[in-house]
């Protein structure tokens, strides 16, 4: 073949792969970055969404919800993860977005649940949020989080939740939540955020072994203490964990935070590949729990929480075909 005829064969197939449209599509996934809960979750769906529905998946690692929610907002990029507490600040354009509001996100559905809460080391004897609010004028606090503002926003809600602020304790600034949890192991701080579970905080409960290791800080329950804490994270809620000595933080139970950590896409997304996404999400969970081990809490029948934000017409169509229940 010479190299007019070559040329001429090359450009014939790049032209059936425009005129395929959708078909050559690559989808954009914002992941986070590597080892990060986005990233996780992204390379599972990706992965479903390559073998299952054939989508062209492929994430994108970025900073961080800051960088790439608002590509998501201008449909620069399809599909996005983070917390229903931060889009609803996203959409509101308050909390962590004040002034930033991202009016054309749209929802896909719920992953899974985040748990958090606040931790201290166990030879504190800090049980609840009362005996925190005794001790807060001794204690160190992980605060600011600069590179993960929302985390800030977790943290004053369950401060709000046991009638305290920052104000209350020594502020000590971090720069994102993975380094306010190894401050706590380093006892740089006495209380810092830490997610149910998760590598950072069994390390840190390593750490503190010689101190009896971490417990949460148990949540107040009562309907004036909830409204507080709501105040906050309206798209959260408060869960009640029994003890369990396999899990650093639950030496007793404890009532701590669950949120629901949502895909999220934008308002001009084709119906039909946010009904193709929707749908493979749903339909495969066994296989997301084995590529990520926490898509394991989720279910289907909990995909479409209530939330501010509205969810995508294509999203939609699927949960009225599967019969899932909006709000539940």
Known sequence: ????????AIGGIASLFVAGGALAQVVGIASGQPGSLGHNSGQAVAK???QEAGIIARTQPLAG???YVPLINR???????ANAVELGYALSGTGNWDGKKQPNLRLVGEMFPLRTGLMAADDLNIKNVADLKKMAGDLKIASEYTASSIISFYIMGILANG??????FKNVPVSNFVKGIQALGDGLVDVSLVSLNSGAGKKSNAQLSGRGGLQYVSMDTSDAALARFKDFMPAASIITMKANPNIP???????????PWMLFTHADASDELVYKMTKVVAENNAKLGESFGAFKRGKPANMAPAHAMAYHPGALKYYAEAGIELGK
């Open 65 to 67: 919800t800051s960088a």
């Open 249 to 259: 933080g639950l030496i007793v139970g404890a009532s701590i935070v669950e949120i």
């Open 163 to 168: 009638d305290m602020s920052y104000a209350d």
């Open 1 to 8: 073949m010479n190299k007019f005829l070559k040329a001429a």
């Open 48 to 50: 479903i969404a390559n």
């Open 75 to 81: 449909g620069e990029m399809e599909f996005g993860f």
